[in-house]
């Protein structure tokens, strides 16, 4: 069983993944160097998605299949996020 330290230590890695993104966006980044930062936060989004089923969602533990099945559903959430993102400019 995993314990309450891990899941804490998790958490934080989240949080300041989560404040990485506000700060890319706070800062301008996205006005200024469009692509740049829109790389940047989707590299966060994966990484941080990542965690969450791999811990939280305990993808970890489970077959290879099932973690496979979940990997093609983030990547075409992604897919669909980019091509949202690239229609509006």
């Known amino acids: 069983m995993t314990s309450t330290r891990l899941y804490t230590a998790i958490y934080v890695v989240l949080f300041v993944l ?3 993104q506000v700060l890319i966006e706070q800062a301008g980044f996205l006005d200024e160097v ?3 930062a829109f790389a940047a936060i989707m590299a ?3 990484v941080k998605a990542l965690f969450v089923v791999g811990y ?3 993808l970890k533990f489970e ?3 099932v ?3 979940v ?3 983030l990547l075409g959430a992604l897919a669909l996020t980019a091509a ?4 509006i400019l």
Do not use: D, E, I, K
Request: hydrophobic share 50%; aromatic share 20%.
């Open 18 to 20: 989560a404040t990485a």
């Open 34 to 36: 469009y692509w740049t």
């Open 44 to 46: 966060l989004s994966a």
């Open 56 to 58: 939280y969602q305990h």
């Open 63 to 65: 077959p290879r299949a």
């Open 67 to 69: 973690a496979l099945v």
């Open 71 to 73: 990997f093609a559903g």
């Open 84 to 87: 949202a993102a690239y229609s």
